[in-house]
Nanobody
Framework: QVQLVESGGGLVQAGGSLRLSCAAS????????IGWFRQAPGKEREFVAA????????DYADSVKGRFTVSRDNAKKTVYLQMNSLKPGDTALYYCAGRLTAYRGRVYTTHGDYTDWGQGTQVTVSS
């Protein structure tokens, strides 16, 4: 199990960029696949991006492909979500989530795949 804390959210104009961080505590971080999800008011939580334990495999929602990049630094126990060309539709509470796995190349894209969740960081994109 890992404890996850997101940071880096804020208010940005459309077209701008933000970098979210997901800092983990726990000795098994390098064995955890990490995902990013978001939830806008009145909407269900949706998948954004995910990385495998090594960072060698990643996946993205179609809505963010080409604009967002997920990466991780296992030495720092941190996963990043670089968000460029932000749109008002990206406004949401962003969560990172972790899942212990023995499959180093696998990514997980479903909410139910993850067992550990952070509290979220708010991203607001103004038009």
């Amino acid at each position: 199990q890992v404890q996850l804390v997101e940071s880096g959210g804020g208010l940005v104009q459309a077209g701008g960029s933000l970098r979210l961080s997901c800092a983990a505590s726990g000795r098994t971080f390098s064995n955890h696949a990490i995902g990013w999800f978001r939830q806008a008011p009145g909407k269900e939580r949706e998948f954004v991006a995910a990385t495998s334990t090594s960072g060698g495999s990643t996946d993205y929602a179609d809505s963010v492909k080409g604009r967002f990049t997920v990466s991780r630094d296992n030495a720092k126990k941190t996963v990043y979500l670089q968000m460029n060309s932000l749109k008002p539709g990206d406004t949401a509470l962003y969560y990172c989530a972790g899942r212990l796995t023995a499959y180093r190349g696998r990514v997980y894209t479903t909410h139910g795949d993850y067992t550990d969740w952070g509290q979220g960081t708010q991203v607001t994109v103004s038009s």
